[in-house]
């Protein structure tokens, strides 16, 4: 199957993002207003709840997140983006290390880092016989 389709079957059960995600690159594209909003915000500890729902990339009830309040916001931005980095290494394999060598959001690097070492997905080393 393509990332795609895989990647769609893994999120079946979760939010799945507008528009068709082709690839991991994609995916981190669509993460980075996440992490930029997250970032500008200031993290877990000031994280302004506005500034994550501008992204308009949660896909989750503005009015239920204004309740549950900004501490809850920024856990739910972290698992949100842990979920989707999860699913794209599924999806993509050892392929997934391609897209961190050319992620420049460090925050989606590290995201998509953490789920391919989580998953056992390891870089592929290509030996120098000089």
Known sequence: MAFKDDFANCMKPYL???GVITNAMDLA???KPITTA?????G????QLRALLATAALGIDAAALAAAGGE???VLAT???AMYAACAVSAA???IWDAIAACN???VAQAFTIAANNAGVNPVVVANND
């Not at 997250?38 to 200031?42: C, I, S, T």
């Not at 877990?44 to 994280?47: I, K, S, T």
């Open 93 to 95: 394999g050892v392929s």
């Open 105 to 107: 959001d460090a925050d």
């Open 44 to 47: 877990a500890e000031g994280l």
């Open 16 to 18: 799945i993002p507008d």
């Open 72 to 74: 809850v916001a920024g």
């Open 38 to 42: 997250f970032r500008a915000a200031g």
């Open 79 to 81: 698992a949100y983006i």
């Open 29 to 31: 594209a669509r993460l």
